[in-house]
């Protein structure tokens, strides 16, 4: 045995590292024998999924509108924040919609499921699959039929008309996800704090939602991710004078693909990576407590 063999041996046995859990062996392992298959099919994968938005944020600082590069400029930064007042009531728009029918959505969904999950009558089960209707069915069925509905009510076409469409559209997403909360919960809780004396009121909100609070963020923040890009079923239901983004940039990009939709792409991907972070620990807070 080499004299550095033994000095290491010696050290290792004397002090000792840290611990090492069995993830970090692996990792370990698999590193040391190089690219799996699986591991070159995800990054693969990641480079497929991301190298399309690289080039947006690379090609947002070009100062021409061609896929030529001339050079490094905010040209198209200064024209989003100084002269694209339409293309910020859209956006504006969107972010109201969003907010408001994920709202919606959220209260309606956690009562639903809450509900459900709760009480036991006859027509739960058809319940449950009913709210996975919006879900499974196309979205061109779900704008048609409701384009249908509103002009059979007289009900004119606009930002109220957008709000109800995507409130519906995302109902079903915060059901599941609030759903899938309550099934690992444990009802004891609940026996415990009506023995305490509590109401069904008070065990309703000083038990049951902090306890469902992580899937009742994830969906909310799920039914605003769905609104924000729907495209379809906004088409439909739409009136004049009620453009979203979505819609804005189909009109805009039959003209081509102006670079300050670039700029607004890139705003948007910086700022749902920021949203997402603060989220994220957001989440590990209230799941922690």
Not at 32 to 40: D, L, M
Request: proline content about 4%; aromatic content about 14%; charged content about 15%.
């Amino acid at each position: 045995m080499k004299f550095k063999n033994v000095v290491r041996s010696v050290v290792t046995t004397v002090k000792p590292g840290r611990p090492q859990s069995e993830a970090a062996r692996h990792a370990r392992r698999a590193y040391r024998r190089g690219f799996s298959f699986s591991q070159t099919v995800f990054i693969a994968t990641i480079v497929f999924l991301f190298l399309p938005l690289l080039v947006l944020v690379v090609y947002s600082f070009n100062s021409s509108k061609s896929m030529n590069w001339t050079g490094f400029s905010f040209i198209w930064y200064e024209r989003l924040f100084l002269h694209s007042r339409d293309l910020w009531r859209s956006f504006w728009n969107s972010m109201l919609i969003a907010i408001t029918s994920a709202g919606t959505a959220t209260i309606l969904g956690t009562l639903g499921a809450i509900g459900v999950n709760w009480y036991r009558f006859k027509a739960r089960s058809y319940i449950q699959a009913i709210s996975f209707l919006p879900m499974i069915l196309p979205e061109i069925i779900i704008g048609v039929s409701l384009l249908i509905f509103f002009a059979g009510i007289g009900m004119k076409l606009g930002l109220v008309t957008i709000f109800i469409a995507h409130a519906t559209f995302n109902l079903p997403f915060v059901f599941l996800m609030v759903m899938a909360r309550l099934d690992e919960f444990d009802f004891s809780i609940i026996e415990a704090a009506h023995d305490l004396g509590a109401t069904e009121r008070q065990t309703l909100l000083k038990v049951t939602i902090p306890i469902c609070m992580p899937g009742i963020v994830s969906g909310f923040i799920t039914a605003i991710t769905i609104s924000l890009e729907d495209f379809v079923i906004t088409y439909f239901v739409s009136g004049p004078g009620s453009s979203t983004l979505p819609l804005y940039i189909y009109s805009a990009i039959r003209f081509g693909v102006s670079p300050v939709i670039n700029a607004m792409s890139v705003v948007m991907i910086f700022g749902t990576v920021l949203l997402t972070y603060l989220l994220r620990n957001f989440l590990k807070y209230i799941a922690a407590k």
